[in-house]
T-cell receptor, first 111, second 113 residues
Framework: QQQVKQSPQSLIVQKGGISIINCAYENTAFDYFPWYQQFPGKGPALLIAIRPDVSEKKEGRFTISFNKSAKQFSLHIMDSQPGDSATYFCAASITGYALNFGKGTSLLVTP | KAGVTQTPRYLIKTRGQQVTLSCSPISGHRSVSWYQQTPGQGLQFLFEYFSETQRNKGNFPGRFSGRQFSNSRSEMNVSTLELGDSALYLC????????????FGEGSWLTVV
């Protein structure tokens, strides 16, 4: 049973555009929501993370928006660049327990 | 600080054989967890070790096992390999309990033929 549902599966954005990836979860006990970025041949790397006591967190061009009542969170990549082309995974967990990952979004930013 | 190191990076095994994968966590990290990554199932949690004790376990058959040594290094073993075990096996480490930042290695690519 997929505890975190991620969409879209793939995304093509023009350079300079905004990339938006969405995730939804069911378990209201989740208290940690990270996003990971993975380049081909590499392991996933933490991009940004949020806890449910805040609704938004921004780090550079990357922003997480969190909607606790809707049990949804999303990643926004502003001014998307070709170097952002990668697979992005959302995840959720309860502190002390394993991360539950979404199935990933393959992002392609065209020049 | 060196990252998470996994060996071997690539290996090919025959169905029915067994395989052992190794992971050296970031220095000072005491928690090591293992994930299986496949195109169809994505990233799935195998197990987590902390201070040589398995604390969490995912929904994988008993053919998948692991252990952690006193220096926090970890190994995972898969016995009686099946074709469906072909995957990228990722090790991740974190300073303390899960639910906080975990750092992944580059993984071990296992192909079962």
């Amino acid at each position: 049973q997929q505890q975190v549902k991620q969409s879209p599966q793939s995304l093509i954005v023009q350079k300079g555009g905004i990339s938006i990836i969405n995730c939804a979860y069911e378990n209201t006990a989740f208290d940690y929501f990270p996003w990971y970025q993975q380049f081909p041949g590499k392991g996933p790397a933490l991009l940004i993370a949020i806890r449910p006591d805040v609704s938004e967190k921004k780090e550079g061009r990357f922003t997480i928006s969190f909607n606790k009542s809707a049990k949804q969170f999303s990643l926004h990549i502003m001014d998307s660049q070709p170097g952002d082309s990668a697979t992005y995974f959302c995840a959720a967990s309860i502190t002390g327990y394993a991360l539950n990952f979404g199935k990933g979004t393959s992002l392609l930013v065209t020049p | 600080k060196a990252g998470v190191t996994q060996t071997p990076r690539y290996l090919i095994k025959t169905r029915g054989q067994q395989v052992t994968l190794s992971c050296s966590p970031i220095s000072g990290h005491r928690s090591v967890s293992w994930y299986q990554q496949t195109p169809g199932q994505g990233l799935q949690f195998l197990f987590e070790y902390f201070s040589e004790t398995q604390r969490n376990k995912g929904n994988f058959p008993g053919r998948f096992s692991g252990r952690q040594f006193s220096n926090s290094r970890s190994e995972m073993n898969v016995s009686t390999l099946e074709l469906g075990d072909s995957a990228l096996y990722l090790c991740a480490s974190s300073p303390e309990v899960l639910g906080n930042t975990i750092y992944f290695g580059e993984g071990s690519w296992l192909t079962v033929v």
